[in-house]
Protein backbone atom coordinates (compact mmCIF):
# COMPACT_ATOMS: atom_id res chain seq x y z
CA UNK A 1 0.00 0.00 0.00
CA UNK A 2 1.32 3.50 -0.53
CA UNK A 3 2.71 5.45 1.99
CA UNK A 4 0.67 8.79 3.41
CA UNK A 5 2.69 11.82 3.56
CA UNK A 6 1.47 14.44 5.44
CA UNK A 7 4.20 16.48 4.99
CA UNK A 8 6.63 16.13 2.01
CA UNK A 9 9.59 19.06 1.41
CA UNK A 10 11.37 18.85 -1.55
CA UNK A 11 14.97 20.39 -2.16
CA UNK A 12 14.03 23.07 0.49
CA UNK A 13 17.01 25.38 0.45
CA UNK A 14 17.55 28.34 2.85
CA UNK A 15 20.63 30.38 2.48
CA UNK A 16 21.67 33.22 4.51
CA UNK A 17 23.34 35.60 2.60
CA UNK A 18 25.50 32.94 0.42
CA UNK A 19 25.78 30.27 3.23
CA UNK A 20 23.44 27.54 2.60
CA UNK A 21 21.84 25.98 6.45
CA UNK A 22 19.43 24.35 4.70
CA UNK A 23 20.40 22.62 1.74
CA UNK A 24 17.69 21.03 -0.35
CA UNK A 25 16.38 18.88 1.91
CA UNK A 26 13.72 16.63 1.10
CA UNK A 27 12.00 14.98 3.51
CA UNK A 28 8.77 12.55 3.61
CA UNK A 29 6.63 12.09 7.02
CA UNK A 30 4.70 9.58 7.59
CA UNK A 31 0.86 10.44 8.69
CA UNK A 32 0.60 9.81 12.15
CA UNK A 33 3.98 8.89 12.86
CA UNK A 34 6.80 10.44 15.47
CA UNK A 35 9.35 11.72 13.34
CA UNK A 36 12.65 12.93 14.70
CA UNK A 37 14.99 15.62 13.47
CA UNK A 38 18.96 14.92 14.35
CA UNK A 39 22.00 16.49 13.65
CA UNK A 40 25.13 17.94 15.54
CA UNK A 41 24.53 21.41 16.20
CA UNK A 42 24.70 23.97 13.05
CA UNK A 43 22.64 20.90 11.07
CA UNK A 44 19.90 23.50 10.64
CA UNK A 45 17.13 21.85 12.18
CA UNK A 46 15.82 24.96 13.68
CA UNK A 47 16.27 27.16 10.42
CA UNK A 48 14.31 23.77 8.72
CA UNK A 49 11.61 24.08 11.49
CA UNK A 50 11.38 27.86 10.29
CA UNK A 51 11.00 26.93 6.70
CA UNK A 52 8.33 24.90 7.63
CA UNK A 53 6.38 27.33 9.74
CA UNK A 54 6.95 30.38 7.27
CA UNK A 55 8.65 32.06 9.99
CA UNK A 56 11.29 32.15 7.29
CA UNK A 57 11.11 32.45 3.27
CA UNK A 58 13.02 29.08 1.35
CA UNK A 59 15.51 30.62 -0.58
CA UNK A 60 14.21 27.24 -3.60
CA UNK A 61 12.59 24.27 -3.27
CA UNK A 62 8.30 23.45 -1.96
CA UNK A 63 6.55 22.13 1.09
CA UNK A 64 3.93 20.20 0.53
CA UNK A 65 0.88 19.65 3.29
CA UNK A 66 -1.90 17.11 2.55
CA UNK A 67 -1.43 17.29 -1.10
CA UNK A 68 -1.37 21.16 -0.95
CA UNK A 69 1.63 23.18 -2.17
CA UNK A 70 2.07 25.45 1.04
CA UNK A 71 5.57 26.79 0.30
CA UNK A 72 4.64 30.46 -0.25
CA UNK A 73 2.06 30.62 2.18
CA UNK A 74 1.79 33.45 4.88
CA UNK A 75 2.56 31.77 8.51
CA UNK A 76 -1.00 32.43 9.91
CA UNK A 77 -2.42 30.16 6.95
CA UNK A 78 0.15 27.57 7.48
CA UNK A 79 -0.89 27.52 11.02
CA UNK A 80 -4.27 27.25 10.21
CA UNK A 81 -3.94 23.93 8.45
CA UNK A 82 -2.98 22.47 11.58
CA UNK A 83 1.00 23.12 11.47
CA UNK A 84 2.11 24.26 14.52
CA UNK A 85 5.32 24.46 16.44
CA UNK A 86 5.07 23.81 20.14
CA UNK A 87 6.94 27.35 22.30
CA UNK A 88 5.92 29.18 18.92
CA UNK A 89 2.63 30.71 19.33
CA UNK A 90 2.92 29.02 23.00
CA UNK A 91 4.85 31.46 25.04
CA UNK A 92 3.47 32.00 28.73
CA UNK A 93 2.66 34.34 30.53
CA UNK A 94 4.34 33.91 33.89
CA UNK A 95 2.22 35.90 35.63
CA UNK A 96 -1.28 34.19 34.60
CA UNK A 97 -2.01 31.24 36.03
CA UNK A 98 -1.69 27.67 34.67
CA UNK A 99 -5.24 27.65 33.48
CA UNK A 100 -5.37 30.95 32.40
CA UNK A 101 -2.00 30.35 29.94
CA UNK A 102 -4.57 27.11 28.68
CA UNK A 103 -7.61 29.83 28.51
CA UNK A 104 -5.63 32.69 26.50
CA UNK A 105 -4.63 29.64 23.74
CA UNK A 106 -8.28 28.80 23.34
CA UNK A 107 -8.98 32.42 22.90
CA UNK A 108 -6.34 32.96 20.48
CA UNK A 109 -7.76 30.12 18.48
CA UNK A 110 -11.15 30.84 18.81
CA UNK A 111 -11.05 34.46 17.48
CA UNK A 112 -11.14 37.94 19.54
CA UNK A 113 -14.70 39.13 18.70
CA UNK A 114 -15.89 40.90 21.52
CA UNK A 115 -19.56 39.72 21.30
CA UNK A 116 -18.70 36.38 20.65
CA UNK A 117 -17.09 36.47 24.42
CA UNK A 118 -19.80 38.16 26.19
CA UNK A 119 -21.27 34.55 25.86
CA UNK A 120 -21.74 33.10 29.20
CA UNK A 121 -21.70 29.44 27.87
CA UNK A 122 -18.99 30.30 25.72
CA UNK A 123 -17.25 30.88 28.36
CA UNK A 124 -18.03 28.13 30.83
CA UNK A 125 -17.26 26.06 27.58
CA UNK A 126 -13.88 27.49 27.33
CA UNK A 127 -13.54 26.48 31.11
CA UNK A 128 -14.29 23.22 30.24
CA UNK A 129 -12.10 22.53 27.73
CA UNK A 130 -9.27 24.23 29.79
CA UNK A 131 -9.65 21.98 32.19
CA UNK A 132 -9.97 18.88 29.52
CA UNK A 133 -6.56 19.82 28.19
CA UNK A 134 -5.08 20.68 31.69
CA UNK A 135 -6.16 16.90 32.39
CA UNK A 136 -4.46 15.47 29.19
CA UNK A 137 -0.94 16.81 30.38
CA UNK A 138 -1.24 15.99 33.96
CA UNK A 139 -1.55 19.78 35.39
CA UNK A 140 -5.02 19.71 36.38
CA UNK A 141 -3.58 19.66 39.96
CA UNK A 142 -1.58 23.09 38.78
CA UNK A 143 -4.53 24.70 37.46
CA UNK A 144 -4.65 27.76 40.04
CA UNK A 145 -1.16 28.72 40.26
CA UNK A 146 0.68 31.55 39.03
CA UNK A 147 2.80 29.84 35.99
CA UNK A 148 6.10 31.65 37.58
CA UNK A 149 5.86 29.00 40.12
CA UNK A 150 5.78 25.97 37.93
CA UNK A 151 8.81 23.25 37.95
CA UNK A 152 10.94 23.61 34.87
CA UNK A 153 9.68 20.29 33.11
CA UNK A 154 5.68 21.22 33.89
CA UNK A 155 6.26 24.14 32.03
CA UNK A 156 7.05 22.38 29.15
CA UNK A 157 4.32 20.37 29.88
CA UNK A 158 2.07 23.58 30.08
CA UNK A 159 3.26 25.05 27.01
CA UNK A 160 2.17 21.63 25.07
CA UNK A 161 -1.16 21.91 26.48
CA UNK A 162 -1.08 26.06 24.85
CA UNK A 163 -0.18 23.74 21.75
CA UNK A 164 -2.90 21.31 22.00
CA UNK A 165 -5.56 24.25 22.05
CA UNK A 166 -4.88 25.21 18.54
CA UNK A 167 -5.56 21.32 18.27
CA UNK A 168 -2.48 20.69 15.57
CA UNK A 169 -2.82 18.39 13.47
CA UNK A 170 1.38 18.14 12.98
CA UNK A 171 3.29 18.89 16.24
CA UNK A 172 6.40 20.61 15.35
CA UNK A 173 8.70 19.96 19.03
CA UNK A 174 12.05 21.85 18.79
CA UNK A 175 14.43 20.37 21.49
CA UNK A 176 11.27 19.31 23.74
CA UNK A 177 13.50 17.79 26.99
CA UNK A 178 16.11 20.72 26.36
CA UNK A 179 17.06 21.48 29.90
CA UNK A 180 15.73 18.76 32.15
CA UNK A 181 16.36 16.32 34.38
CA UNK A 182 15.98 12.92 34.46
CA UNK A 183 12.59 12.52 35.65
CA UNK A 184 11.39 15.02 34.14
CA UNK A 185 12.20 13.66 30.55
CA UNK A 186 10.46 10.53 31.24
CA UNK A 187 7.49 12.57 32.17
CA UNK A 188 7.80 14.35 28.61
CA UNK A 189 8.26 11.02 26.92
CA UNK A 190 5.03 10.03 27.79
CA UNK A 191 3.58 13.05 27.61
CA UNK A 192 4.47 13.21 23.81
CA UNK A 193 3.66 9.70 23.51
CA UNK A 194 0.10 10.09 24.27
CA UNK A 195 -0.28 13.57 22.88
CA UNK A 196 0.88 11.64 19.26
CA UNK A 197 -1.53 9.32 19.03
CA UNK A 198 -3.93 11.15 17.17
CA UNK A 199 -1.92 13.41 15.27
CA UNK A 200 1.55 13.75 13.82
CA UNK A 201 5.34 14.81 15.43
CA UNK A 202 8.12 16.09 14.25
CA UNK A 203 10.60 16.96 16.51
CA UNK A 204 14.12 18.16 17.18
CA UNK A 205 16.28 16.36 20.00
CA UNK A 206 18.86 15.60 21.12
CA UNK A 207 18.58 13.14 23.55
CA UNK A 208 19.26 9.92 21.89
CA UNK A 209 17.47 7.63 24.71
CA UNK A 210 14.25 10.19 23.90
CA UNK A 211 14.65 9.45 20.19
CA UNK A 212 15.01 5.31 20.25
CA UNK A 213 12.37 5.67 22.50
CA UNK A 214 9.53 7.51 20.59
CA UNK A 215 10.69 7.71 17.23
CA UNK A 216 9.17 5.81 14.32
CA UNK A 217 11.39 7.79 11.50
CA UNK A 218 14.40 9.59 11.94
CA UNK A 219 16.18 12.04 9.59
CA UNK A 220 19.87 13.19 10.54
CA UNK A 221 20.81 16.39 8.75
CA UNK A 222 24.34 17.51 8.95
CA UNK A 223 26.13 20.49 7.37
CA UNK A 224 22.31 21.41 6.21
CA UNK A 225 21.87 18.56 4.09
CA UNK A 226 20.80 14.91 4.72
CA UNK A 227 22.93 12.27 5.92
CA UNK A 228 20.41 9.30 6.51
CA UNK A 229 17.43 8.21 7.25
CA UNK A 230 15.68 5.50 8.69
CA UNK A 231 14.86 3.42 11.72
CA UNK A 232 16.47 4.43 15.29
CA UNK A 233 17.90 0.62 14.83
CA UNK A 234 19.24 1.50 11.09
CA UNK A 235 20.55 4.73 11.77
CA UNK A 236 22.40 4.29 15.20
CA UNK A 237 24.84 2.14 13.52
CA UNK A 238 25.69 4.15 10.50
CA UNK A 239 29.05 5.04 10.17
CA UNK A 240 28.48 8.48 8.40
CA UNK A 241 26.01 9.16 11.43
CA UNK A 242 28.44 8.37 13.86
CA UNK A 243 31.44 10.16 12.13
CA UNK A 244 28.82 13.22 12.24
CA UNK A 245 29.17 13.48 15.89
CA UNK A 246 32.34 13.03 16.56
CA UNK A 247 33.80 16.20 17.86
CA UNK A 248 30.35 17.41 18.80
CA UNK A 249 29.49 18.09 22.22
CA UNK A 250 25.82 16.70 21.64
CA UNK A 251 26.38 12.82 21.94
CA UNK A 252 24.10 10.94 24.49
CA UNK A 253 24.41 7.42 25.74
CA UNK A 254 21.22 5.56 24.38
N1 LIG B 1 19.27 34.27 10.61
C1 LIG B 1 20.44 33.72 10.30
N2 LIG B 1 21.40 34.40 9.64
C2 LIG B 1 22.57 33.85 9.31
N3 LIG B 1 22.91 32.56 9.60
C3 LIG B 1 22.00 31.83 10.27
C4 LIG B 1 20.73 32.34 10.66
N4 LIG B 1 20.05 31.37 11.29
C5 LIG B 1 20.86 30.30 11.31
N5 LIG B 1 22.03 30.55 10.70
C6 LIG B 1 23.14 29.63 10.51
O1 LIG B 1 22.63 28.46 9.88
C7 LIG B 1 23.23 27.28 10.40
C8 LIG B 1 22.14 26.35 10.93
O2 LIG B 1 21.60 26.90 12.13
P1 LIG B 1 20.41 26.21 12.89
O3 LIG B 1 19.29 25.97 11.94
O4 LIG B 1 20.10 27.03 14.08
O5 LIG B 1 21.06 24.82 13.32
P2 LIG B 1 20.60 23.75 14.43
O6 LIG B 1 19.22 24.10 14.90
O7 LIG B 1 20.68 22.44 13.73
O8 LIG B 1 21.62 23.83 15.52
C9 LIG B 1 24.20 27.74 11.47
O9 LIG B 1 25.49 27.79 10.90
C10 LIG B 1 23.71 29.13 11.83
O10 LIG B 1 24.76 29.94 12.26
MG1 LIG C 1 18.44 24.44 16.83
Redesign the pocket.
Known amino acids: MAKDYILETRDLTKQ ?2 G ?1 T ?2 DKVSISVQRGSIHALI ?10 F ?1 LLTKF ?1 PPTSGSIVYNGHDITREKPAQTARRGVIRSFQISAVFPHLTVMENVRVALQRKLGTSFHFWKSDSTLSHLNERAMELLAEVDLESFADIETVELPYGRKRALEIATTLAVDPELMLLDEPTQGMGHEDVGRVVELIRKVAKNRTVLM ?1 EHNMSVISNLSDQITV ?1 AR ?1 TVLAEGPYEEVSKNPLVLEAYVGSTEVEAA
Open positions: FRFAVGPNGAGKTTFNLVLG
